[in-house]
């Protein structure tokens, strides 16, 4: 048997090993540096690499090379949407590292293993312990995301949803208050993500089994050759759609959002909901504009389809809702449906649109759930909607700050989610799917209708008597809120140099 | 097609043998019934009327077993290089170094946060 040495481009793939190489040094320091000094240790190796990774990012600009034998793919839209994933990724650890919020010292119990109300409880709590595993994890996650829309097979997209999903899971899990909401929904995650995941494998294997290969650009030329059997490759597609779909939170495989947002830590959520979405968009759009370009009117429709209940269903659950966390979870479902209006483009328009909206959704995120952190009671974070009347007159300042984030998630023009709304439509449109662009326009108007409900609560109403305090917000979290409304503001009043960088990025190399 | 026809006779030789090997115990073997014959086979906890505990099990059992398949899969991709180590050179040689270390960053944690120890 002959083999030949793989050639592997270190400087391409330079992003991916300066996090997981981060990662695995926080792994180190929680093994060997003693316990009062590890929390400087991973906030400065955890912020550090990010900044290392993004400038290594930054360089590589205007690369385009398929590199590490197919497995990775360095072209325009990777390049952005890692760079977007760094940058998100500040914002994310700057939340998780907060000390200043919860009385117990962090968001993060000290013994996620000790059960909910038992005496090793107790015990873990009275040792003042605070866990800083969830650094190393974060990066484990990030550098799984860096992974994910780089991928140039399906056995490297495999891997890096694993790398990033299982770090998330037990992430989900490590709520210091409401543990046993945090323990649910950890593993409530865990089950169905690992479902996902062997629907997405048993995908790739019917996909393989078509064309031979698991290349992205293999399968195209497989494809475009009509190599064999289209019911194994319809087969396939279907289901390793289903296992990008469930990431995503696209309705019908919703379910575990709204529980998984609530119950999770709030730094965490923010951190998921953000980067998970970006990182899995970038996967779909790598997999269906490379390596299904070719089946596009098989898949079309049934994308289509999947855009329109979710956009409509999310607005509707959305409206429902009472707990502040869940309007936001389903809200978040509700985007992936207007992302999606963008993916069915098949346009370079639609591309780029999708970009654009998945960078200006990931740093409103941020902010959105940034400020729910700083809304708190005794109980901890004050999420019931009620809870919320009459912000304004006691914080002027951060009922603005989440005002403006609503009126992004709602897509008011000077607002980034304006732009981005317009460039998924307007992608849509030039696409011919006009019947995509009015169910998104009527479920836009259906969602502002509940996020500025929530303005005119925080505004207008009157203070309950026991209403929470809005917690001055420390130097961490006012940092990350600032990088999110700024990053808001700009996208929406000047977007043209984004849109000019995405513009000349939106083209996939294989 | 012929290709298969060897797999298929080596998965119907298979099946014919649980089959006729079960059949076989329940028409010969003898038929003696007592609280032994019923538990669990040297592990595992009895899962009927009532587990004792409420079903919890020592976390120890879980952490040996999740090192144990850390070090597995370890060997999973040492064999194939073993086999073909002078193809791939230094090349492969520095690869596996760096996935070794990687692995002993793993059971340096289990190791110092006390992992390892069953008491």
Redesign the interface.
């Given at each position: 048997m002959n083999f030949h040495v793989p050639v592997i481009q270190y400087a391409e793939v330079l992003p991916i090993l300066i996090v997981l190489g981060a990662a695995v040094l926080g792994v180190l320091v929680e093994a060997f540096i003693p316990r009062s000094l590890r929390y400087v240790f991973q906030v400065v190796i955890s912020l550090g690499s990010i900044l290392l990774a993004f400038v290594a990012v930054v360089r590589l600009h205007g690369t385009s090379h398929v590199a590490v034998e197919g497995s990775v793919v360095v072209d325009g839209p990777t390049l952005f949407l890692q760079g977007t994933l760094l940058l998100l990724a500040i914002g994310g650890v700057l939340l998780i590292a907060e000390r200043g919020l919860d009385t117990g010292g962090s968001a993060f119990t000290a013994h996620a293993a000790t059960l909910p109300g038992s005496e090793a409880e107790r015990t873990a709590l009275a040792s003042g312990i605070i866990q800083t595993e969830v650094f190393p994890l974060t990066l484990f996650a990030l550098g799984g995301m860096l992974l994910f829309p780089a991928a140039g097979d399906l056995v490297t997209m495999f891997v890096a949803l694993e790398v990033l999903s299982l770090p998330l899971y037990l992430m989900s899990g490590l709520a210091r208050r409401r543990r046993l909401l945090s323990q649910e929904a950890a593993l409530k995650y865990f089950l169905l993500g690992a479902f996902s995941s062997a629907f997405f494998l048993y995908g790739s294997a019917l996909i393989y089994g078509y064309a031979g290969t698991v290349s992205l650009s293999g399968i195209r030329e497989a494809i475009s050759s009509n190599a064999g059997n289209d019911l194994v490759l319809l087969m396939g597609v279907a289901l390793v759609t289903v296992g990008l779909l469930f990431k995503v939170s696209a309705v019908p495989f919703h379910a575990w959002t709204p529980d998984v947002y609530q119950g999770a830590p709030t730094p965490v959520t923010a951190f998921m909901a953000a980067c998970t979405k970006v990182a899995a968009f970038g996967a779909i759009l790598r997999l269906f504009y490379v390596g299904l370009s070719g089946l596009r009117w098989d898949w079309r429709p049934m994308l289509s389809g999947v855009a329109i209940v979710t956009m409509v269903l999310g607005v509707i659950w959305a409206l429902t809702q009472t707990d502040m966390k869940r309007m936001l979870a389903y809200s978040s479902i509700a985007h992936a449906g207007f992302i999606l209006t963008g993916v069915v483009a098949v346009n370079k328009a639609g591309l780029e649109g999708s970009l654009f909206y998945l960078a200006a959704y990931g740093f409103t995120t941020i902010g959105a759930f940034a400020i729910v952190t700083l809304v708190r009671d005794s109980t901890g974070e004050a999420t019931h909607l009620s809870q919320w009347s009459g912000l304004a007159r006691r914080s002027p300042l951060v009922a603005s700050t989440f005002a403006l984030f609503l009126l992004a998630y709602a897509g008011i023009p000077l607002t980034s989610g304006f732009v981005a709304k317009f460039a998924v439509f307007a992608a849509a449109y030039s696409s011919g799917s006009s019947a995509l662009v009015i169910v998104g326009v009527l479920s836009s108007a259906i969602a502002a209708f509940f996020y500025i409900r929530v303005i005119v609560l925080m505004f207008f109403a009157e203070p309950k008597e026991d209403g929470p305090t809005v917690v001055v917000p420390p130097i961490m979290t006012t940092a990350a809120i600032t990088l999110a409304a700024s990053v808001t503001l700009v996208l929406g009043v000047m977007p043209s140099s984004v849109l000019d960088l995405i513009k000349s990025a939106a083209r996939f190399t294989f | 097609m012929n290709l298969y026809i060897p797999i298929l006779a080596i998965g119907a030789v298979g099946f014919g043998f649980a089959i006729f090997s079960v059949l076989a115990a329940a028409l010969t073997g003898p038929k003696r019934y007592n609280r032994a014959r019923l538990e669990a086979y040297e592990c595992g906890i009895e899962p009927t009327p009532q587990a004792v505990g409420g079903g919890h099990i020592p976390?120890k059992y879980f952490l040996t077993a999740m090192l144990f398949i850390v070090f597995d899969i370890e060997i999973v991709f040492l064999y194939p290089w073993a086999v073909?180590f002078d193809?791939?050179?230094l090349?492969?040689l520095f690869e596996m170094v760096i996935f070794i270390a990687?692995v002993f960053?793993?059971y340096?944690?289990v190791?110092?946060?006390g992992g390892l120890e069953w008491d």
């Open positions: - | 976390i073909s193809h791939l050179g090349f492969g990687t960053v793993a340096a944690y190791w110092r946060r």
